[in-house]
């Protein structure tokens, strides 16, 4: 697994370091058109950080995520876009 390292004053209000989260997506059919990489699920994934983290090590609390953006292409590779519909199938 790859990881993507950001500056923490990319994203005002989040600590020194934080671990993000794919927690959702949306198909757009304009990009299903144009990849031509038969049934996609998805090509936008909306990224978010558990904002309860020390509650939930304390008790069995539900987590909470705050959607802090999106990644789509053209920052996404079409092969990482096909991987991420295959896992979220799973």
């Known amino acids: 697994m790859r990881q993507a390292k950001l500056k923490k004053d990319y994203i005002p209000g989040l600590r020194d370091y934080t671990d993000l989260v794919v927690v959702g997506g949306r198909r757009d059919a304009k990009d299903v058109q144009e990849l031509r990489s038969g049934n996609l699920s998805w090509t936008m994934f909306y990224l978010a950080y558990?904002?309860?983290?020390?509650?939930?090590?304390?008790?069995?609390?539900?987590?909470?995520?705050?959607?802090?953006?999106?990644?789509a292409r053209p920052c996404l590779l079409v092969q990482n876009i096909i991987y991420l519909n295959r896992l979220g199938r799973l």
Not at 58 to 71: A, C, L, Q, T, W
């Open 50 to 71: 558990l904002e309860n983290k020390d509650e939930i090590r304390r008790s069995s609390i539900k987590p909470k995520f705050r959607v802090i953006g999106y990644i």
